[in-house]
């Protein structure tokens, strides 16, 4: 049966590198939405809480409760306001009519749109922002922003730093309570040089990839597998798979393997030099449960770094490991 094994180890070795660019663990955010990137949130929550992190972020609340015995504080990155909030998570609020929309007492943190934008409120919209959470009795518990090009050789860095200075020094003269500000992300805790008093969300870089440079050291956690579903001697002129894109051209022994693209993986279908963890290629078309390749043996490794299929596909290391299906068995491993 396929399955992702997960480093105990290499997680605690980046959660490490992590806390000593910022000068706490507790100042460690750590960013498990959406299955924590597909590693597995309650596997990787359980080890983070562990090792002394006491915020998560998540998607929505589904995933906040799922977590929620683990943690200290869990902010919800993408709630929509309904009136009935639990008053145990944090919401960020991304627009100010959130503001008129959420349950009165509920926690929140003010997103800050600093050059994105995507979503967040404006530095000019502070002081109304301020205005509305005194009058519905909200309780502020922090602010953030979201950096749009960290990982990359720009001035944008350093305008929106500078933008969510301005915000911080505004919400501080409006509101005179205690609060946590962040603004880094993965890519930006290796770039900067400065982090200052902000605490910092962790994304990729808890799980071993880096988003501008290598200066933390880490090491990838996850590794996935496969298992033999059957063998053969694929002779030659015979074909492999759908529409029979592999033809051989001598006699090899051939294995089929348990995952597709039904499991999360995008789907190769055949054309170019698609390789495995061995350097060994893929045959022929992905089949939705199974691929082929040469045997090599009852188990072999998928792949243990999402760079080298993003690569491949065009595509970021996020959109490999964030499709992995949740039904594909985790199992931690030191």
Same mark, same amino acid.
């Given at each position: 049966?396929?399955?992702?094994?997960?480093? +105990?180890?290499?997680?605690?070795?980046?959660?490490?590198?992590?806390?000593?660019?910022?000068?706490?663990?507790?100042?460690?955010?750590?960013?498990?939405?959406?299955?924590?990137?597909?590693?597995?949130?309650?596997? *990787?929550?359980?080890?983070?809480?562990?090792?002394?992190?006491?915020?998560?972020?998540?998607?929505?609340?589904?995933?906040?409760?799922?977590?929620?015995?683990? &943690?200290?504080?869990?902010?919800?990155?993408?709630? @929509?306001?309904?009136?009935? =909030?639990?008053? $145990?998570?944090?919401?960020?609020?991304? !627009?100010?009519?959130?503001?008129? +929309?959420?349950?009165?007492?509920?926690?929140?943190?003010?997103?800050?749109?600093? @050059?994105?934008?995507?979503?967040?409120?404006?530095?000019? !919209?502070? =002081?109304?922002?301020?205005?509305?959470?005194?009058?519905?009795?909200?309780?502020?518990? /922090?602010?953030?922003?979201?950096?749009?090009?960290?990982?990359?050789?720009?001035?944008?860095?350093?305008?929106?730093? !500078?933008?969510?200075?301005?915000?911080?020094?505004?919400?501080? $003269? &409006?509101?005179?309570?205690?609060?946590?500000?962040?603004?880094?992300?993965?890519?930006?805790? $290796?770039?900067?040089?400065?982090?200052?008093?902000?605490?910092?969300?962790?994304? *990729?870089?808890?799980?071993?990839?880096?988003?501008?440079?290598?200066?933390?050291?880490?090491?990838?956690?996850?590794?996935?597998?496969?298992?033999?579903?059957?063998?053969?001697?694929?002779?030659?002129?015979?074909?492999? /798979?759908?529409?029979?894109?592999?033809?051989?051209?001598?006699?090899?022994?051939?294995?089929?393997?348990?995952?597709?693209?039904?499991?999360?993986?995008?789907?190769?279908? /055949? +054309?170019? !030099?698609?390789?495995?963890?061995?350097?060994?290629?893929?045959?022929?078309? *992905?089949? *939705?449960?199974?691929?082929?390749?040469?045997?090599? %043996?009852?188990?072999?490794?998928?792949?243990?770094?999402?760079?080298?299929?993003? =690569?491949?596909? %065009?595509?970021?290391?996020?959109?490999?490991?964030?499709?992995?299906?949740?039904?594909?068995?985790?199992?931690?491993?030191?």
């Amino acid at each position: 049966m396929s399955e992702i094994l997960l480093s +105990k180890s290499a997680y605690e070795h980046n959660l490490t590198q992590i806390a000593k660019k910022v000068g706490s663990k507790k100042r460690i955010i750590a960013v498990l939405k959406d299955n924590a990137y597909g590693h597995g949130a309650l596997l *990787m929550g359980k080890i983070a809480s562990e090792f002394g992190i006491e915020i998560a972020c998540v998607k929505s609340e589904l995933e906040a409760r799922e977590l929620s015995r683990l &943690f200290k504080s869990i902010i919800v990155l993408s709630h @929509l306001p309904t009136g009935a =909030e639990n008053g $145990e998570f944090i919401y960020a609020i991304n !627009e100010l009519r959130a503001l008129e +929309k959420i349950r009165p007492n509920s926690q929140i943190h003010l997103a800050i749109d600093t @050059l994105m934008h995507r979503n967040g409120i404006d530095i000019t !919209e502070i =002081e109304t922002a301020i205005n509305i959470i005194k009058k519905r009795n909200l309780i502020l518990k /922090g602010a953030f922003t979201h950096f749009r090009a960290s990982d990359e050789h720009s001035g944008d860095y350093f305008v929106q730093k !500078e933008n969510f200075k301005q915000a911080k020094d505004k919400i501080k $003269e &409006f509101f005179d309570g205690e609060l946590i500000f962040h603004s880094h992300n993965s890519a930006a805790i $290796e770039r900067s040089a400065d982090i200052g008093d902000e605490y910092v969300r962790a994304g *990729m870089a808890q799980f071993g990839y880096f988003g501008f440079n290598d200066s933390l050291g880490l090491k990838r956690v996850l590794s996935l597998y496969a298992d033999r579903i059957s063998s053969r001697v694929l002779r030659t002129g015979q074909s492999v /798979g759908y529409g029979g894109v592999f033809t051989a051209t001598s006699d090899m022994n051939i294995a089929t393997y348990d995952l597709g693209y039904g499991d999360g993986l995008l789907r190769y279908n /055949g +054309k170019g !030099e698609l390789y495995l963890a061995n350097g060994k290629p893929i045959l022929g078309k *992905m089949s *939705m449960d199974s691929f082929s390749s040469i045997d090599m %043996g009852e188990r072999i490794c998928v792949f243990d770094n999402a760079d080298i299929w993003a =690569e491949f596909f %065009g595509t970021i290391n996020y959109d490999i490991l964030v499709k992995l299906s949740p039904t594909i068995a985790r199992r931690v491993v030191e």
